[in-house]
């Protein structure tokens, strides 16, 4: 299973991105996905999860209400629109892969065994 993540980029204060994470070389349909962020010195967190059905979905807090996370299995891709960005946003974006086909918990780390290469987010105030 790979994982390709894009669309990363420099933005001012209260800009756009949209983050996609294309999957190969496995069955998509299968996997819970999500999204985490690390900034520098600190631990990578989950900031948006969703499951294989999309049934379930989890945003961390602090991005609630501007963060959407997305699938379209028929394109093996997850996405992550981000609207009115923030400085604090600025950070490492990965997309993970649950495969182990079981009901995980979305924002866990541990429960992902596959992670894209990581995609540089930075808003500028």
């Known amino acids: 299973v790979q994982l390709q993540a894009s669309g990363g980029g420099s933005v001012r204060a209260g800009g756009s991105l949209t983050l996609s994470c294309e999957v190969s070389g496995g069955t998509f349909r299968r996997y819970a996905m999500a999204w985490f962020r690390q900034a520098p010195g600190t631990e990578r967190e989950c900031v948006a999860a969703?499951?294989?059905?999309?049934?379930?979905?989890y945003y961390a807090d602090s991005v609630k209400g501007r963060f959407t996370i997305s699938r379209a299995n028929l394109k093996n891709t997850v996405y992550l629109q981000m609207n009115n960005l923030k400085p604090e946003d600025t950070a490492v974006y990965y997309c993970?892969?649950?495969?182990?086909?079981?009901?995980?918990?979305?924002?866990?780390?541990?429960?992902?065994?596959?992670w894209g290469q990581g995609t540089l987010v930075t808003v500028s105030s």
């Open positions: 969703i499951s294989w059905s999309g049934g379930r979905i």
């Open positions: 993970a892969a649950d495969t182990r086909d079981v009901v995980g918990r979305l924002s866990v780390l541990e429960e992902y065994d596959y």
